[in-house]
């Protein structure tokens, strides 16, 4: 009961006339970003930061918070007309949903997965909203040690999952770790990798990383590959024929539950969600030789499973501030600017906050169903907006973006710099998705491996002799070996390169 | 040949940065001096020299089994091209800003930025109108002190 009386003040809070505008930019933006290839929600949402250092911080995190979920509708758009995944997500739909498409069932393919992401999108924040604070309860209890561990254990699960080379994945967390070190550090205050640089002081600036990484270099990329619009497909009927109905709410549950469920855990993503789903799809089909060839299924429950996923990663940041994607890392860090702390503490300390974010879950996915079924042509046209047009314009964010994080210069120039060490590591397949979680973490996961020093008095066996650090740590060893294991059987390349980018 | 290798000039980028900061790194404490503790030293000389480690296996991995060829790493003539002029067009935004203010610099660089695509006549009040609405939205309505000149803009 207590949970409605909150989620209720949550809705009166974000149903104003100001956070439902927000709400409806971050959405539209979401879906934006999603429709366009090569530039995803780490990027937009980053770009986006700047544009709410004057909101209320239920404002902002409501506004950025929409761009993630957006995406995820969005990048079907281009998935299913011509053959482009959006983002990293939807790459699993372009294997029937183009199908579809060129059996002249372009239109069936993003109704299903408008339908299907708004189920599975609305069942993940119902999840959210009555997991999420007893969970928050019960981390309440972890102390430095049991914090550590679940961090490590969302890196670990993230670089071991991430790309096909494993050394590759280790170095681009290492270098992530390296850089969150710049600056002073957490605990006794000393400031470290200055060289002298007045601006380093406070360390390497987030959105500057993750512009530089994730929208800079992507123009660079689409630049030198002279990437061009490709026509899209005719959008018709939306609705599934009468005898599809069945199959498809079938697969909208399964990818509900798939996709809620990979979204709870820490270090996983949309992708194996999608991926998830998908093999389900196929596994629990009578007919699975149709999966390919335009099966509704095969673009129902993966839509859903990644729509799912993402409410669902709101659950580990909201409860243990810790981030389970890139874009959740750049949230986290939005968070941080806007002087909230993520964690168990946030229930208590900020209720307003928190369930006004959620309500507007709910609020922001019946948006995107409006946006998605009656307007679906419409994004159909915005998803030809040719690249000379778009590119000098995402510049311009950036370098006002950049900029407008602390009025300083130095950051765009840092941009820059990062957007070059993105555009090679792309090239050479070393996942960037792997620098930003741990630059995220590297600060908080620092505290808490030197406040766990101090209570242990400097011994390691601190961190296995609390179950519920021990626990984990076992989990995390268990994937460190299951990832050495699959790298030296050469079993990685079922896994996706850089996800959610 | 080796050095048409893109993932040895990649390992020798990620062993100098390990290298340089785990130097730095020995100018930190490495043990806390409240004592029990570990000091603002002991993390970063540990996660140094393992990407030190890790960027040497890269390095001979990339030398033994998996080369890449740099030519697929670098852009083409005119893909380079594009590329270049694009980080000239950021560095010279960034160069002028200061003491033209946003709308200038802003023109300017959107104006570069369309070349090409825009016949000239198009593309100047495109620019413009570019620069105004960006100056609207970050400057009137979000208030984001953006650099201006000596008359506001």
Not at chain 1, 257 to 272: A, D, E, Q, R
Not at chain 1, 382 to 388: K, R, S
Not at chain 1, 453 to 462: A, E, P, Q, T, Y
Not at chain 2, 141 to 148: A, D, K, N, S
Request: glycine share 12%.
């Amino acid at each position: 009961m207590d949970t409605i009386n909150h989620l209720l003040q949550g809705f009166a809070i974000a149903s104003t006339g100001w956070n439902l505008l927000y709400c409806l930019i971050g959405v539209t933006m979401g879906m934006f970003v999603g429709i366009m290839p090569g530039f995803g929600p780490v990027a937009g949402t980053a770009i986006l930061i700047p544009l709410t250092f004057s909101m209320s911080p239920v404002s902002a995190i409501i506004m950025l918070a929409g761009i993630y979920y957006g995406a995820m509708y969005g990048g079907t758009i281009t998935s299913v007309l011509i053959n482009v995944p959006g983002e990293a997500a939807s790459i699993v739909t372009c294997l029937d949903g183009y199908q579809m498409a060129k059996q002249g069932r372009a239109g069936t393919a993003l109704g299903v997965s408008a339908i299907g992401s708004f189920i599975g999108g609305t069942a993940a924040v119902v999840g959210l909203t009555f997991i999420a604070p007893w969970l928050a309860r019960i981390a309440l209890r972890f102390g430095p040690p049991e914090f550590f561990s679940v961090m490590l254990l969302g890196m670990t699960m993230l670089i071991g999952m991430m790309g096909k080379s494993l050394i590759k994945g280790v170095i681009a967390a290492l270098f992530g770790l390296l850089l969150a070190m710049f600056g002073d550090d957490p605990v006794s205050g000393s400031v470290r990798f200055s060289f002298g640089i007045m601006e380093m002081n406070s360390g390497v600036e987030l959105v500057a990383i993750a512009m530089g990484l994730f929208g800079i270099s992507e123009i660079f990329i689409c630049a030198s590959e002279h990437l061009k619009r490709q026509k899209s497909l005719e959008v018709k009927k939306l609705l599934p024929d009468k005898a599809e109905w069945g199959p498809t709410m079938g697969a909208i549950w399964r990818g509900s539950v798939v996709g809620f469920l990979v979204g709870m855990i820490p270090g996983t993503n949309s992708v194996i969600a999608s991926l998830m789903s998908y093999a389900l799809e196929k596994k629990t089909a009578k007919d699975p030789s149709r999966f390919g060839k335009g099966a509704i299924e095969g673009v129902a429950g993966p839509e859903t499973a990644n729509n799912a996923c993402a409410g669902a990663a709101n659950i580990p940041l909201f409860t243990l501030g810790i981030p389970s994607s890139p874009t959740i890392a750049i949230l986290l860090g939005a968070f941080m600017m806007h002087g909230l702390a993520p964690g168990p503490k946030l229930f208590q300390d900020n209720p307003d906050f928190v369930w006004g974010v959620i309500a507007s879950l709910y609020i922001g996915n019946i948006i995107l169903l409006i946006m998605n079924l009656p307007m679906a042509r419409l994004w159909a046209k915005v998803a030809q907006v040719p690249f000379e047009i778009l590119f000098p314009l995402i510049i311009l964010f950036c370098l006002i973006g950049s900029y407008s994080v602390n009025n300083r210069l130095w950051d765009v120039g840092m941009m820059l710099v990062f957007g070059v060490i993105g555009y090679f590591m792309k090239k050479l397949d070393i996942p960037m998705a792997a620098v930003l979680l741990p630059f995220v973490l590297g600060r908080p996961i620092e505290s808490s491996f030197v406040q766990s020093m101090l209570m242990s008095n400097g011994d390691l066996m601190i961190f296995l002799r609390r179950p519920i650090s021990l626990g984990l740590m076992c989990f995390t060893a268990l994937i460190v070996a299951g990832s050495i294991y699959s790298s030296l059987k050469h079993k990685r390349e079922a896994l996706t390169g850089d996800l959610e980018v | 040949m080796m050095l048409k290798n893109g993932g040895l000039w990649a390992g020798c980028f990620f062993l100098l940065f390990a290298l340089v900061l785990l130097g730095v790194s020995f100018e930190y404490d490495y043990l806390s001096q409240l004592g029990g503790g570990i000091g603002p030293g002991f993390l970063p000389r540990w996660t140094s020299l393992f990407l030190a480690v890790l960027a040497i296996l890269y390095i001979v991995d990339s030398l033994k089994r998996n080369p890449v060829d740099l030519s697929k790493v670098l852009p083409g003539k005119g893909g380079i091209k594009t590329i270049v002029l694009l980080l000239l067009y950021m560095i010279i935004f960034v160069g002028i800003v200061k003491y033209v203010g946003f709308m200038v610099a802003t023109t300017l660089v959107t104006f570069l930025m369309f070349r090409g695509y825009l016949k000239w006549y198009l593309n100047s009040p495109v620019s413009l109108g570019t620069a105004l609405l960006l100056y609207w939205i970050f400057i009137v309505w979000l208030q984001v002190p953006l650099p201006v000149n000596a008359l506001g803009w």
